[in-house]
């Protein structure tokens, strides 16, 4: 019998149990959903891949109420039975023996992720999954009976995209126009503007990396754009000047990171595994052995909305009422000489303060502090309006931070961090946070 008369006879036997009951399910989710179960059911490859193929190409032909409605099925129909679980678990307490472990686990793991791993066989699995965890974060609030399967996504991704299948490779004028067309895509940090915009960012004294895998050849998973210059970079702005004279690398002694971009929202949260920086500055280094300090010139993209909040516990304190009211005035489209001058030493105070004491779940608030952090870098030095560009003003109040990645310590400063969250920064750093009106009653850092 052929591949495509067992799909026929499968999806006949699969189709006369109930239906989905999900609101919103019509033809093309019972299609889909009728698809689902028998790929789960078939154990012959031959047959599998066709099913797989199928019930991606069902799956992908989805849209509004009828993809709704499947992810509703596979919240329900496809998790752990709870009285199976709960039996297998008594078994497990009254005996903690190695095969009944292996019993519980096999049936705490849900359905569904068997059947994400066969239609992950199917040729375009890999993004479509990517993409499936996408659309559910999306709306996981107003939805959270979806969290199993964001989870169960979460769960397999970080084991198919960790740090050993993912490829390095340089992005320059030469790279095909589909990935430059993305690069220009994707640019989160500092928005690409033109062509010409853009080929200033990959001439001689400037590099792209980007990070590719296997499964995704034409979709990058992040790029990293450096700037090759002399002395660490307090600015953005010669960085992006698209007119600005090409410098000869061979001279530079410092390699700054201005742009990092994750391209894959179905991938937020997924570590790549850590050292990806640090790659890139081996990689330079041997390219330019001059080379001696690997730093970045981030933005603080919490800030400004951590400022609002921390407005109101300024106002309570003695030392903070007058700033408190000082800081409605960075809302102010266009700011004078004076007010950035009476600002400065303020806001770097609580920008530094922020940084340091701002925690969520024991972490930096702050999301860039948490990644430079995690790959282990070093807080070094806060720039004063480093980028009046608007979105530098919105969300960093003009302040931009060096973190530098010294090699040598790398990875003791991720142990550190990954350990206890501990926050590696200069002594500037903490200087500015303690004089910061908000130490007074919260403490700064030691």
């Known amino acids: 019998m052929n591949p495509d008369s067992i799909i026929q006879r499968l999806l006949r036997s699969v189709a006369k149990g109930t239906g989905p009951r999900a609101k919103g399910a019509d033809r093309f989710t019972r299609k889909t959903v009728t698809l689902f179960r028998a790929l789960l059911s078939q154990r012959g490859e031959a047959s599998g891949a066709v099913l797989a193929r199928e019930a991606l190409d069902a799956y992908n032909a989805l849209q509004g109420p009828s993809l709704e409605a499947v992810f509703d099925v596979l919240a329900d129909e496809f998790s752990p039975d709870p009285e199976e679980v709960g039996r297998a678990a008594d078994a497990y307490r009254r005996e903690p023996s190695q095969p009944n472990l292996v019993r519980l686990m096999g049936v705490v793991e849900p359905r569904r992720q068997e059947l994400f791993r066969r239609l992950n066989l199917a040729a375009g699995g890999t993004a479509a999954l990517v993409e499936m965890r996408r659309r559910i974060h999306q709306q996981l609030n107003s939805r959270p009976h979806w969290a199993g399967i964001e989870a169960d996504l979460a769960h397999l991704l970080s084991s198919w995209f960790n740090r050993g299948f993912l490829v390095l490779e340089r992005i320059d004028w030469r790279t095909s126009a589909l990935i430059l067309e993305k690069l220009t895509q994707y640019e989160a940090v500092h928005a690409i503007q033109s062509w010409q915009d853009l080929r200033r960012r990959l001439q001689a004294d400037r590099r792209c990396f980007a990070f590719f895998h296997p499964a995704l050849p034409d979709e990058p998973i992040i790029f990293i754009e450096v700037a090759l210059t002399h002395g660490m970079s307090d600015t953005v702005r010669p960085l992006l000047d698209p007119d600005s004279p090409v410098a000869d690398p061979s001279e530079a002694n410092c390699a700054i990171f201005y742009s990092i971009t994750n391209c894959q929202e179905g991938l937020r949260g997924i570590s790549f595994g850590n050292f990806l920086i640090k790659q890139v500055a081996e990689d330079l280094g041997r390219e330019f052995p001059r080379l001696k300090t690997f730093a970045t010139l981030s933005p603080v993209p919490g800030f400004r909305s951590w400022l609002s909040e921390a407005a109101k516990e300024l106002a309570a304190l003695p030392r903070g009422a007058a700033l408190a009211e000082q800081l409605r005035a960075i809302d102010a489209p266009d ?38 952090l995690g790959n282990g870098a070093r807080m070094e030095r806060l720039n004063w309006l480093a980028d009046t560009s608007e979105q530098g003003m919105s969300r960093s109040a003009g302040v931009m931070v060096n973190y530098v990645y010294r090699l040598e310590d790398v990875e003791h400063n991720h142990e550190v961090y990954a350990n206890r969250h501990e ?24």
Request: one cysteine or more; hydrophobic letters at 45%; proline letters at 6%.
């Open 335 to 372: 700011w004078s000489a004076e007010l950035a001058k009476a600002l400065e030493q303020p806001l770097l105070r609580l920008c530094a303060f922020y940084l340091l004491n701002a925690k969520r779940e024991g972490e930096p608030r702050d999301p860039v502090a948490r990644f430079h």
């Open 423 to 446: 926050v590696v920064s200069s002594a500037k750093f903490v200087v500015l946070a303690r004089e910061c009106p908000l130490a007074d009653k919260r403490g700064s850092r030691a």
